[in-house]
Structures are given as structure tokens and as C-alpha cells.
């Protein structure tokens, strides 16, 4: 599965993954390879990735939005900080 981490400045992130925790403005929730295709906003709160090697990268965001979609995942942020 591959993640891309976009801000209005830069791209953050882009590479294969295992797994994403977003901060869904309805809660958090986890996408792993085959998940089905969605589109959410996301609110403040921390994106936790964990690499195709294991190990786990953490972000706080103020907000943005995640787009799965065949095993591709974007994410569109603001406010991005590494934790």
C-alpha cells in the first residue's frame, strides 16, 4: 500500500506502508491494505504510519482529508508537526 503526505508547502511523506491512523472527524480509524475506497475529512489529532520496515512514524495535524482508493492512500493537511 503506498501513502502520500501532502501540505500546501510540500509533500511530507511518500512511500509503502502498512498501516494509517487518522483522526476521522467522526473518530479515529485505521486503513490497511484492501481497505475500501472513502474519502473523509480529518480533524485535529495525530496520524500514526507504520513503514513497510515497522517502524512507526507520528504527525500532528490541525486538518485535511484522506482518499483510499486501490491501495493508493493520500493524505491532504494542514498544520503538520512531527511527534
Known amino acids: 500500500m503506498n501513502l502520500t503526505i501532502l501540505t500546501p508547502e510540500k509533500e511530507v511523506f511518500n512511500g509503502q506502508i502498512k498501516s494509517v491512523k487518522v483522526p476521522g472527524t467522526s473518530g479515529q480509524f485505521e486503513v490497511l ?9 480529518l480533524t485535529e489529532g495525530e496520524v500514526r504510519v507504520v513503514d513497510r520496515a515497522g517502524a512507526t512514524l507520528k504527525y500532528t495535524i490541525a486538518r485535511g482529508f484522506i482518499e483510499v482508493y486501490n491501495d493508493e492512500v493520500s493524505l491532504l493537511v494542514k498544520g503538520l508537526e512531527n511527534s
Open 33 to 41: 491494505k484492501g481497505h475500501a475506497a472513502i474519502v473523509s475529512s
